[in-house]
C-alpha cells in the first residue's frame, strides 16, 4: 500500500470538480492533500473572475489548501489575474498547459499554449516573476500533436522553475484516449527540480502504485477516477474499498450539496442537469437502463430513487 509520504491532489475539472464535490469530499472524510479550482479564465479584455470559482476559493471549508487555475495566453492578462488571486486564501496559482478542450485552444489557452512554444515561453516566465517562491505551479500535457514535443517543453519549464509540475501523459492530440505514457513523467523527475505530480486515468489505488514505482514521481493528482469513487484518497491513505451503502451515500450527499449552491436558483431541472455532470463519469457503475433512466430524469426526487436503488 502507498506512504503517507505520497502527495495526493484533486484534479480541475470544469464544472465537476466544483464547491458542491469539494464539500462532498469533506463529508466523506476522503480529501486530497490539494484542491486545485477550476480555471478562471483570462482574457486580455477585463478581469472578470468566474463567480463559481471563486466560491471554491472563498467557501472552502475542508481544511485543504486549494490552488486557483488561470487559463490563458497572454502573459499580461495571466499576471493581473494571479495578482487578484494571490491576496485570496489560496496556496498558489496553476496554470492551465492541459486543457484539450477546442473552446479553450482556440484562443491559445490550456493545452494551445503546447502549439506556441515562444508564447509558452513567455507566459511561464512573466507568472514566475509574478507569483512568489513557493506558489507557482503548472499542469501539462506532453505536448500538442506528438509526445515527441515533450523534451523541448520540458527544457521550458526547467528554466522556469515552477514550484510543481502535474503530468498528464496524452498529448492534446490524444484527448483522454488512449494508454497515458507514464515514462515521459519519469524522464520529468529525473530533469525538474520540483516535485511531478503524475496524472492520467489514475482510477484505483493498484494503478497508483504502479504508476508511481515506475515514474518516481511525488504523487499524483486525479479528477475522474475521483468522481467515480471519491473514496479513492481515503484508500491512497490506508483505507478501505468503499461499501456500496458508501457509494449509495456519496450520491445522496453529492444531490444535497448541489442543491446547496444553486440555492436561490435552482429549479428541478437544471439541479438534475448539474448532477449529470458528475454522473457522466459514473455511469459505468450503472445498468443501461439506470444510465438511460438517469440521462433522462428531470426530477430531483425520482433521480435519488435511481441513484439510491
Partial sequence: MIGWGMLTALAPMQDVTDLAFMRTLKRLESLPDLLVTPYFRSTTTTCALAEQNLRCIEGNETGVPIEAQLAGSDAAALVRDARHLLPMSVRGINLNAGCPSPLVNRHGAGAGLLREPDNFRAVLLALRRAVPE???????????????????????????????????????????????????????????????LANG??????????????????????????????????????????????????????????????????TEKGHCNRMK???????????PEQEYALRRCTEVEEMLRLLLR
Fill in 134 to 196: 513557493g506558489k507557482f505551479t503548472v499542469k501539462c500535457r506532453l505536448g500538442w500533436a506528438d509526445d515527441s514535443e515533450f523534451a523541448a517543453l520540458l527544457e521550458l519549464l526547467a528554466e522556469a522553475q515552477p514550484d510543481m509540475l502535474t503530468v498528464h501523459a496524452r498529448t492534446r492530440k490524444d484527448l483522454y484516449g488512449g494508454v497515458p505514457r507514464f515514462a515521459h513523467v519519469r524522464r520529468a523527475v529525473q530533469e525538474m527540480s520540483c516535485p511531478v
Fill in 277 to 287: 455532470k458528475y454522473l457522466a463519469f459514473c455511469y459505468p457503475d450503472f445498468t
Fill in 201 to 266: 486515468d489514475l482510477q484505483t489505488p493498484e494503478q497508483v502504485t504502479r504508476c508511481l514505482e515506475d515514474t518516481g514521481a511525488a504523487g499524483v493528482m486525479i479528477g475522474r477516477g475521483a468522481v467515480r469513487n471519491p473514496f479513492i484518497f481515503r484508500q491512497l491513505k490506508g483505507g478501505a474499498a468503499p461499501s456500496r451503502e458508501e457509494l449509495r451515500e456519496y450520491y445522496r450527499i453529492l444531490v444535497e450539496e448541489t442543491g446547496r449552491i444553486l440555492f436561490g436558483i435552482r
